[in-house]
C-alpha cells in the first residue's frame, strides 16, 4: 500500500509522548485514531454535565478524579487500561453527538472542504483509511511516516479547513479545538473495531444522508 503500510503500536520500538493540552502518543508507521470538535460543540452547560459523567466514570473504576488518575490508570493493566480509556471517550463522543453547537459541517460545503483536506495528500504525507465528518466533529483513522507527521499535519488540515469554511461563513477566531484526542491502534481487532465505529458513528447520532460525509478506503488483505 504505496510507502505506508498498517502497522500497529509496538512497545518495544521507539516511541514518543508529546504533551501539548493533552498528551499525544506517537510512533512511526503506527495507525492513529483521531478526534477533532468545533470550537463551539461543548457549551459550558453540556461541559459540566460531561465533567460530571466523566467523573463518575472514574469513580466506578476506583479512581479519583481530584488526584493524579492517569497516574492512577498507568498501574493498572493494559486491557483495563484499553477498557476505562474506550468508557471515557465513548462518554465524551456521546456529547458530541448530541449536535451542540451551530454544527457548521452539516453543511455539505463545509463538510466536504474537510474530507477534502484529508483526502488530499493521502498516500504522499501520510496514509488515511477511514473518516467520518460530523456536524460538530470527525473522526478519522490515518498512520504517518514519522512521529512528527501527526501534529504537524493535523495542525495544517485544521488551519486550512478552519479559514476556508470561516471565510464562506464570514465570521472569524478559532474553527476548530485546538487540541484533538488520539488514540494509536494496538491490534488488527482494534482497527477493525475502530474503522466500525467510524462507519456507525452518524447511525447513533440519528443522522440522515447529506448531514455527514463517510470514508472508507478498500485495504486488501
Not at 483526502?119 to 496514509?127: A, P
Not at 464570514?170 to 477493525?192: A, K, T, Y
Amino acid at each position: 500500500m504505496d510507502q505506508y503500510e498498517i502497522s500497529y503500536f509496538d512497545p518495544k520500538s521507539e516511541w514518543s509522548i508529546v504533551e501539548r493540552g493533552l498528551p499525544h502518543w506517537s510512533q512511526a508507521g503506527c495507525v492513529v485514531f483521531i478526534t477533532w470538535r468545533l470550537g463551539d460543540s461543548l457549551p459550558v452547560d453540556a461541559l459540566s454535565r460531561l465533567d460530571a459523567e466523566i467523573d463518575a466514570a472514574l469513580h466506578s473504576e476506583q479512581l479519583d478524579p481530584s488526584a493524579d488518575w492517569k497516574l492512577q490508570l498507568a498501574s493498572r493493566s493494559p486491557e483495563r487500561r484499553g477498557k476505562v480509556q474506550w468508557k471515557l471517550f465513548a462518554i465524551r463522543d456521546k456529547f458530541l453527538d448530541a449536535g451542540h453547537g451551530a454544527c457548521h459541517l452539516a453543511n455539505p460545503l463545509d463538510a466536504t472542504t474537510v474530507m477534502n483536506s484529508l483526502q488530499k495528500f493521502d498516500g504522499d504525507r501520510y496514509f488515511l483509511t477511514d473518516a467520518v465528518v460530523m456536524p460538530n466533529h470527525a473522526h478519522f483513522l490515518c498512520a504517518f511516516a514519522n512521529e512528527e507527521g501527526m501534529l504537524k499535519q493535523c495542525t495544517e488540515w485544521k488551519r486550512y479547513s478552519g479559514r476556508m469554511i470561516h471565510q464562506r461563513l464570514g465570521l472569524s477566531g478559532e474553527f476548530w479545538q485546538v487540541d484533538q484526542f488520539d488514540h494509536l491502534i494496538r491490534s488488527p481487532e482494534q482497527f477493525e473495531h475502530y474503522r466500525r465505529y467510524i462507519a456507525k458513528n452518524p447511525v447513533q447520532a440519528n443522522l440522515r444522508g447529506g448531514t455527514f460525509l463517510h470514508y472508507q478506503k478498500l485495504l486488501m488483505s
